[in-house]
């Protein structure tokens, strides 16, 4: 893509400073467009932890400029492995690092949340982006898109990507107020000194211990550097709805949950002082991602289970595919390359979300190059 100047650049808005948001917003500066992101949050607050960046993701980054930058913290498994959850059998083995990066040309890299987001917002001008925005309602005409916001200002541009995650207010806007389905699954995360649990084989490996049911999982990986390990693991359990990224669990119910795993998860569980519980929710893929001027990416567009982990992947990929359709538009064209966009990558989107929703992917082998081996920068253009 160039970053030549645009004859007749459009003015952007972008609901979101999330992962999608942002990359978004780095890859329509460099197609010569000028970008304003609305971030409702007055801050950017270190919530959250994991990011999970295969090496579709990855390379998306790297094209953006901003893959060296999350390669200071991230992490790099060395591998993909897939365990049952009593015996401990391993049923399949991918290698990651040297190998993905020679086949892909890109490795997988495992990330926190915050760490990710404060190399996006490195590449974006200060400038281009206003915190304490929140959108709320959006008003769209011939000439362009007016935003207002929840405090009662307005801002005026040329086209508004909805990049404001699962709830997203732009997608309300559009297609009206429909609430996520709740999954009946809660997840818990936790984070634990590599130190801690040096008996445990494979730490270095992104390694997916599958239960005796689709909702049962524990999903560990390194993370800074390799320095802690992060522990993701799911269950189904009606009771909790509560979507969170800060609300505590309780590490006791954590580790009943999975008394009947193998002794080496379990002893991952042990040494958790504590956790984060929240409830998992997800969509159907949508018939539509834009109307005119509007356009939704991410979470916004698909929000899906995490058990592909390629909710951030599939937002960044949006991000690049999104810019590239609008190198060289207009104020004129700026609704069909809005819609191109979205015909572009609905195809793939539903078939990672309802991947995610089967989770059975790579369980016992299968195909990882459908989803690693996609580039955003050379996928074909509608
Ligand atoms: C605080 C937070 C922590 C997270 N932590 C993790 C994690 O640890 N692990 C993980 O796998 N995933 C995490 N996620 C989700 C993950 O980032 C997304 O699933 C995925 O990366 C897709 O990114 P996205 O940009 O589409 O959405 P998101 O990353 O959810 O970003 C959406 C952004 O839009 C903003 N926003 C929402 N509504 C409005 C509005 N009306 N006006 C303006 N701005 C608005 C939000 O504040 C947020 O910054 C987290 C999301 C958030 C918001």
């Given at each position: 893509m160039s970053s030549k100047p645009h004859p007749t650049p459009l003015t952007i808005g972008i609901a979101g400073a999330g992962i999608g948001g942002l990359a978004a917003a780095i890859a329509l500066r460099r197609a010569g467009h000028d970008v304003i992101v609305f971030e409702q949050a007055r801050q950017f607050a270190r919530v959250g932890a994991d990011i999970n960046l295969t090496p579709n993701a990855v390379r998306a980054l790297d094209g953006l400029g901003v893959g060296e930058a999350a390669r200071v913290t991230a992490a790099r498994p060395s591998h993909r492995i897939s365990r049952s959850y009593d015996s401990g059998e391993?049923?399949?083995?991918?290698?990651?690092?040297?190998?993905?990066?020679?086949?892909?040309?890109?490795?997988?890299?495992?990330?926190?949340?915050?760490?990710?987001?404060?190399?996006?917002?490195?590449?974006?001008?200060?400038?281009?982006?206003?915190?304490?925005?929140?959108?709320?309602?959006?008003?769209?005409?011939?000439?362009?898109?007016?935003?207002?916001?929840?405090?009662?200002?307005?801002?005026?541009?040329?086209?508004?990507?909805?990049?404001?995650?699962?709830?997203?207010?732009?997608?309300?806007?559009?297609?009206?107020?429909?609430?996520?389905?709740?999954?009946?699954?809660?997840?818990?995360?936790?984070?634990?000194?590599?130190?801690?649990?040096?008996?445990?084989?494979?730490?270095?490996?992104?390694?997916?211990?599958?239960?005796?049911?689709p909702q049962s999982q524990i999903v560990t990986f390194p993370l800074n550097r390799g320095k802690d390990v992060f522990i993701f693991a799911t269950t189904a359990q009606d009771s909790w709805q509560l979507e969170s990224w800060t609300a505590p669990g309780d590490v006791e119910e954590l580790r009943a949950h999975y008394a009947h795993y193998h002794p080496e998860a379990r002893a991952l569980l042990d040494a958790c002082d504590t956790v984060l519980k929240t409830a998992l929710y997800e969509r159907d893929p949508m018939p539509a991602w834009t109307q005119g001027r509007l356009a939704l990416l991410g979470d916004a567009a698909h929000p899906m289970l995490p058990f592909m982990a390629q909710g951030a992947g599939m937002a960044i990929e949006d991000a690049v595919v999104l810019a590239r359709h609008l190198e060289g538009a207009s104020a004129g064209s700026a609704g069909s390359a809005l819609a191109r966009y979205a015909t572009a990558r609905m195809e793939r989107a539903a078939r990672v979300q309802l991947g995610s929703r089967g989770n059975n992917w790579l369980r016992e082998g299968g195909n990882a190059d459908w989803v690693y081996g996609y580039d955003a920068w050379t996928a074909p253009l509608q």
């Open positions: 391993e049923t399949s083995r991918l290698e990651m690092a040297d190998t993905a990066e020679q086949k892909y040309g890109a490795p997988q890299l495992t990330i926190h949340r915050a760490d990710l987001l404060a190399a996006l917002t490195e590449a974006v001008p200060a400038q281009c982006i206003q915190l304490g925005r929140r959108v709320q309602t959006i008003a769209q005409d011939a000439q362009g898109v007016t935003v207002h916001f929840e405090d009662g200002d307005e801002a005026r541009v040329d086209a508004l990507l909805g990049a404001d995650g699962i709830h997203s207010a732009v997608r309300a806007a559009m297609f009206g107020e429909e609430n996520p389905r709740f999954t009946g699954i809660v997840a818990y995360r936790a984070v634990v000194p590599a130190a801690s649990v040096a008996g445990v084989p494979n730490l270095g490996a992104f390694t997916k211990w599958w239960g005796p049911n």
